[in-house]
């Protein structure tokens, strides 16, 4: 392409540093903002002064920060969730199930010890809490090891055994906590029986303690991959399955692992949203939406380029702007669904952004000078 | 990176002109640039003393140009005759199958291929899909037909039909291109001149007759060259490997490896001849554990090993290069430090506590790269930024460096150049010279031959014969690859 004296081609990349890949996507946020502003143009908003609402409310505001947290947890387990089987070469299309399983698993803790409905318990919660948390993680690693396990053993196809559960679980949730069901609340609302006030999970400076956990699980998946044995493993089956068969390395072990460490940290996220996150504590009735908000782990891992260090500022951003969408929305009483058009504009750009992560458009001038002027630099 | 610099060369009528050189040396390039898949920076090709311009394929197959892909570009579920036709401008409406099929009935007779038109590509041999891909070039008219390497797939008898059927094309007045990388009998069996390519220039061009094998690696590889390996007797030592009636199936289901016996010593070649296909690739694996066996017995120094997995045979001292690299022996997108950890991930002197000292593998990846000459920016380059035969040299001496009991080399210098194909087989005599048994499976019948102080043709899953290297005969070993026994008369 030509204008003026200037020539333009596609140059491959040969290697792109975390640097570069970082400014490749802030560069992509700002434009994807920009296009989105067009929506509040055509609603008639100013778009700065909209976007100075969603931001301090998403991340300065005391009413808004602690929401966009609690989101950002959940959005961070997710990713995390996605991004172990993602390093294996696999797609982990089933957080929401293995988010519902892992909700419903703390709940059935609760109707164990016989304290569904109840409002109040004897029972410590220095054991039920630890008890929750592990059910949680084991539920949800129970359903992701199904995938893992036909994976490995008989190499059916992930997707469609994740995606094929999130259904499953999705009306097994149904089941149990509406009219009739185990786990359903006394007042027959449609939702489940709420955690006893003392079994709520204890808070710090407006933020929960699961936030502890996962950001030391990015922090640990990091580390895992990089320098651990099992992380080599999982790589090499990632890039290579046969040459990983080749090494030695068991074509049937590292599907279920990855799947059963995601599923882990998925219903881990289950326990986090609804015996948490101040304010809900029981599983609530739009609990599809949060199996919704769970593929966006796959958005975020994506994003992240399977870096889980990565995915901490982007789970953080997503969290805030859903949290800032949905605020701006009534605010400025624009019609449902700005939050949601507004992360789909965000993830379109992000995605369409990744070509600068394999070429670079270099620039010449006609008397032969070579200006690289990459988008961005 | 410049691939071809001022090339000058010409093409007679009638005449087998080959193209000779290294794997690096251009061929590539100019083979694409000649078939117009590539553009050339600068310079001009003439047909018939006109001045062409190639923007793409289709001009040069308009011009007379006709190319044999290695890898075969062909159609696999569709019939011999309608791969012919394909792209052929009259078939671009109504097809007229039956006067097709007569016409390159013709073409056949013409030239002595002996094929079926109404069978399905995916079921016919190498030989038999590069006959395909000559009568669909000629089909559609070529003049000047250039061969990519058109006996690295061939068994030989397959090689001395197309060598017949090259010759009976030139009498016709057909120019014959082929390009060839280092079978140098070929070279000389076949061709009128040869052009010989260094570095992306043209060395020089003569005639066939006045060259021999000798000059004409000297003049590919810029030095002289020592074809004949000595091979250095070792004392022969304890029994290594053991493989009792082993049978295993083959990825279609089929018997692929038939009740196959033998032993391996310390200090020992044992050497598998054979056409690719007849059991080599599955008698690998099932040694490696790679492969479910359906019955037999291996035993490791004694040890009984048939149901251990690849990772315990590892360990156990089986140290396998596969003839695969890209897609089983590396990978492409790991640092060379991390395809080196391939075979030392495992090893506790590598690792603490489940966590690998990479900065130890980084030592042993830049000792290798020293030691073994590997051609590269440094460790930290990707596998796929290495050319064939420094990716080889990589996985050999991430293999050997583990001092192996047992050394499983499958197709080692597969596709190398002469400088590389002479250091392997060098290693693989220092690994012999180590005590190592070395298990050698090679379609190169020359290459088993010089190395091997045993040798077992192979056809159709099971050993013809396990004959002693002293003994050895060329032509009946050769014989037993195609499953024939010749009488002592005969030879």
């Given at each position: 392409m030509k204008i003026g004296s200037y020539q333009f081609k596609l140059e491959q990349r040969a290697s792109l540093t975390g640097w570069r890949a970082a400014s490749i996507s802030i560069f992509a946020i700002v434009v994807a903002l920009v296009l989105f502003s067009l929506?509040?143009?055509?609603?008639?908003?100013?778009?700065?002064?909209?976007?100075?609402?969603?931001?301090?409310?998403?991340?300065?505001?005391?009413?808004?920060?602690?929401l966009t947290l609690n989101r950002f947890i959940f959005l961070l387990l997710c990713s995390c969730a996605f991004i172990i089987p993602y390093r294996a070469g696999l797609w982990n299309i089933g957080m929401t199930g293995q988010f519902y399983f892992g909700s419903l698993a703390a709940f059935g803790v609760l109707y164990v010890f016989g304290i569904g409905g109840a409002s109040e318990t004897q029972i410590s919660a220095w054991l039920l809490i630890p008890l929750m948390l592990i059910a949680a993680s084991l539920g949800g690693a129970f359903l992701g090891s199904i995938a893992g396990f036909m994976k490995g053993r008989f190499n059916v196809n992930e997707i469609v055994v994740t995606m094929m559960l999130n259904f499953i679980t999705f009306w097994l949730v149904s089941f149990l906590i509406k009219e009739g069901g185990l786990f359903m609340n006394p007042g027959g609302r449609g939702e489940s029986f709420e955690l006893p006030n003392s079994l709520r999970a204890p808070i710090f400076l407006d933020v929960t303690f699961t936030i502890i956990i996962a950001l030391g699980a990015a922090v640990l998946l990091f580390y895992m991959f990089a320098r651990t044995k099992l992380g080599y493993q999982i790589r090499a089956y990632g890039k290579n399955p046969e040459a990983a068969s080749y090494a030695g390395i068991s074509k049937f072990r590292i599907p279920l692992l990855v799947f059963i460490m995601g599923g882990a940290l998925a219903g881990f996220a289950g326990y986090h949203y609804f015996a948490a996150v101040p304010g809900v504590y029981k599983i609530a009735r739009n609990y599809g939406f949060f199996g919704d908000l769970a593929f966006y782990g796959i958005i975020c891992g994506l994003i992240s380029q399977g870096n889980p260090l990565a995915a901490i500022p982007v789970a953080f951003l997503f969290g805030g702007l859903s949290i800032g969408g949905r605020f701006v929305q009534g605010k400025l009483g624009m019609s449902f669904g700005v939050d949601f058009a507004l992360l789909g504009v965000l993830m379109i750009t992000l995605v369409a952004f990744q070509f600068f992560y394999r070429y670079k458009i270099v620039c010449f001038k006609k008397q032969e000078e070579h200006l690289d002027v990459g988008i961005p630099h | 990176m410049i691939a071809n610099d001022q090339i000058d060369f010409e093409i007679k009528a009638g005449e087998i002109h080959a193209i000779l050189g290294e794997n690096g040396a251009g061929k590539t390039t100019l083979m694409k640039i000649l078939f117009g898949e590539y553009q050339p920076d600068e310079g001009e090709i003439y047909i018939s003393r006109k001045l062409v311009?190639?923007?793409?394929?289709?001009?040069?197959?308009?011009?007379?140009?006709?190319?044999?892909?290695?890898?075969?570009?062909?159609?696999?579920?569709?019939?011999?005759?309608?791969?012919?036709i394909l792209g052929h401008p009259r078939a671009g409406t109504i097809l007229n199958i039956s006067r097709a099929e007569k016409e390159i009935n013709e073409l056949c007779q013409k030239y002595g291929f002996n094929i079926d038109l109404k069978a399905k590509v995916w079921q016919l041999s190498e030989g038999e899909k590069q006959v395909v891909e000559i009568l669909k070039a000629l089909y559609r008219g070529a003049e000047i037909l250039i061969l990519d390497e058109p006996t690295s797939a061939l068994a030989p008898t397959e090689t001395e039909k197309l060598l017949e059927s090259i010759k009976a094309m030139a009498k016709d007045d057909l120019a014959i291109v082929p390009f060839i990388t280092h079978k140098l009998p070929?070279?000389?069996?076949?061709?009128?001149?040869?052009?010989?390519?260094?570095?992306?220039?043209?060395v020089s061009t003569m005639d066939t007759k006045d060259a021999t094998e000798r000059s004409l690696a000297m003049e590919m590889v810029g030095r002289e060259v020592i074809f004949r390996l000595e091979r250095t007797e070792v004392e022969k030592g304890e029994t290594i490997l053991e493989v009792k009636d082993l049978s295993a199936l083959s990825n279609k289901g089929l018997i692929a490896l038939d009740s196959v016996s033998f032993s391996i010593r310390e200090g020992e070649i044992f050497g598998i001849a054979g056409i690719a296909g007849n059991g080599q690739g599955e008698l690998v694996e099932a040694l490696a554990g790679l492969r479910n066996l359906e019955g037999g017995k291996i035993l490791l120094d004694g040890q009984d090993i048939t149901q251990s997995t690849a990772l315990e045979r590892w360990q156990a001292g089986i140290g396998y290069i596969p003839a695969d690299r890209i897609h089983v022996g590396s990978i492409g997108d790991f640092s060379l430090v991390e395809n080196t950890a391939m075979n030392y991930y495992f090893d506790e002197a590598y690792s603490r506590k489940g966590t690998l000292d990479y900065d130890k593998i980084r030592s042993l990846t830049e000792e290798i790269i020293t030691e073994y000459g590997v051609l590269t920016p440094g460790p930290d380059t990707t596998a796929k930024s290495l050319s064939g035969g420094n990716l080889q040299k990589l996985i050999l001496a991430r293999v050997l460096s583990r001092k192996p009991r047992l050394v499983i080399a499958h197709l080692p210098t597969q596709g190398l150049d002469i400088g590389a194909t002479e250091f392997v087989r060098n290693k693989l005599m220092e690994a012999k010279q180590e005590n190592a048994?070395?298990?050698?499976?090679?379609?190169?019948?020359?290459?088993?031959?010089?190395?091997?102080?045993?040798?077992?043709?192979?056809?159709?899953?099971?050993?013809?014969?396990?004959?002693?290297?002293?003994e050895v005969k060329r032509e009946s070993v050769g014989a037993m690859c195609a499953g024939i026994y010749l009488d002592e008369e005969e030879v």
């Open positions: 929506i509040f143009i055509f609603a008639g908003i100013n778009p700065l002064l909209a976007y100075r609402e969603i931001f301090s409310y998403a991340f300065f505001n005391p009413f808004g920060l602690p | 311009n190639f923007r793409s394929c289709l001009d040069a197959i308009d011009l007379g140009i006709g190319m044999v892909h290695q890898h075969r570009k062909l159609v696999p579920a569709h019939s011999v005759i309608e791969n012919i070929i070279v000389l069996a076949i061709s009128d001149r040869v052009t010989v390519l260094r570095r992306g220039r043209v048994g070395i298990l050698l499976i090679s379609e190169d019948l020359d290459e088993v031959l010089s190395l091997s102080d045993r040798v077992a043709p192979i056809y159709e899953g099971r050993f013809m014969d396990i004959i002693p290297g002293h």
